[in-house]
């Protein structure tokens, strides 16, 4: 297994895409990063070590955002997708906007994904209330949930995924 960490000197600006007014108007340019990935890292990883044609991607916070924001836009670039709490608010949930139509009809077979979410709910709120939820404490963890949602609805793109959370 090869591993390969990449240090981000501007992580919000690298890990994200599009323009959130609610962090003053951080221009994302994860696009960027992702055709850096694509175009230049992984053709010099494979190129200078010994590889298998396997690979997965993994992220936390904004990492976890871009991750799931490859698998919607860029499929083919990863065989597995693991998104750690996720910051799928970022930019008014965009990418959970954008992936109710995607997920819907587009083929994901072959491709995996895997969420998880820490325990970020405050004492006495289970998901049920976190759903109900319009606090900014509580964002994080409704993005994701609605996002999964629509992941097991669309159960004829042929994404294999797993949470391990109820529903």
């Not at 836009?73 to 693991?82: E, G, I, K, R």
């Not at 970022?90 to 109710?100: L, R």
């Not at 289970?126 to 992941?151: G, P």
Request: net charge neutral; charged share 20%; hydrophobic share 40%.
């Amino acid at each position: 297994m090869i591993v390969v960490g990449v240090l981000h000197p501007v992580r919000m600006t690298d890990l994200t895409f599009g323009t959130d007014k609610e962090t003053l108007g951080v221009v994302g340019k994860g696009e960027e990063f992702m055709l850096y990935m694509e175009k230049e890292l992984m053709p010099y990883i494979e190129s200078n070590y010994p590889t298998a044609s396997y690979k997965i991607f993994i992220g936390h916070s904004v990492g976890g955002l871009t991750v799931v924001n490859t698998l919607i836009h860029h499929p083919v670039l990863f065989n597995a997708y693991v998104s750690l709490d996720g910051a799928l608010w970022w930019n008014d949930q965009q990418i959970v906007t954008e992936a109710k139509m995607i997920l819907a009809n587009k083929n994901y077979k072959g491709k995996t994904l895997f969420m998880a979410l820490a325990n970020r709910m405050e004492i006495g709120m289970d998901t049920l209330k976190v759903q109900k939820d319009t606090t900014e404490s509580t964002e994080l963890i409704r993005s994701n949930l609605e996002f999964i949602k629509d992941i097991l609805k669309s159960k004829t793109n042929k994404l294999r995924f797993n949470w391990g959370g109820p529903f």
